[in-house]
């Protein structure tokens, strides 16, 4: 019978883990810029710049008819260190919707803060409606978020943004995140509206007062600059008063506000729809149906 050479076992070395904080994750990046002319008689994309996961989509629409372009996020959400940058630009007597293809999602974050920032002009005499879906915020993520707007004293800017505390149907409650939402805009250079939203830690508890909240699990800001703003404040009031929602809106100086306090996303969604219905005297942009 033949021998048997049995070679000695070696030992073979395990690499060593490495905490995740210290694990460089790929980050996401998207710039969209969309600027609107008019020309005979249309409304005209001018110039369109796309990069990252930030896509922009022109559905066909009737020629006199304003442009519409749909944002879309190819990341599927943001979480730390993602960056996401807008701009739309209308240019004088040209008028514009923007929109998004989906609600945007905030992530857990594993580190760091996503931005999302947003830059909007309205020459003399335009009209941009900047109507987003809502964006839903997830336990532990962390956000930060931007618009600045310049609108031409004759022009009109209508901007809306909602916000979901949580996935409701999987029974989410916010009790570890960081949100920062900062307006800013100016008419013909000068500042009309700014303001601030901060959640930061428990949102459940920092929803809970009658002065901040009233437990709300969803909410949304309007604002509408424009020449005959105050014309729309009581049809506007009127309807938020038939919503079922905690809402209200005031008017001055060519600017109109609305807010929007709602149990949940389905409660806001019905009732943000039916007021951006009357303010834009049209029905919301189709994707926002899909």
Sequence with gaps: MPSMIVAPPVAIAEAPSLPIASLR?????GE????????RGGNRLDQLRQSGSAKVRLP???DTAPLEAILLNTAGGVTGGDRLNYAVSVGAAAAAVVSSQAAERAYRSSGGVARIDTRLEVGAGGRLEWLPQETILYERSALHRRLEADVAGSATLLAAEAVLLGRAAMGERLHDIVFDDIWRI??????????GTRLDGDAVAGMAGKATGGGAGAFATVVMV???AAARLDAAREILAEGGCEAGASAWNGLLVARILAPGGQ????SLTRLLEMLRDAAMPRVWNC
């Design 60 to 62: 066909r629409i009737a």
């Design 32 to 39: 969209a810029r969309v600027t609107v002319r008019r020309e």
């Design 267 to 270: 409660a806001l969604r019905t």
């Design 186 to 195: 100016r008419r013909d250079g000068v500042l009309v509206f700014a303001e």
């Design 226 to 228: 424009s020449p005959d």
């Design 25 to 29: 994750l790929q980050r996401a990046r």
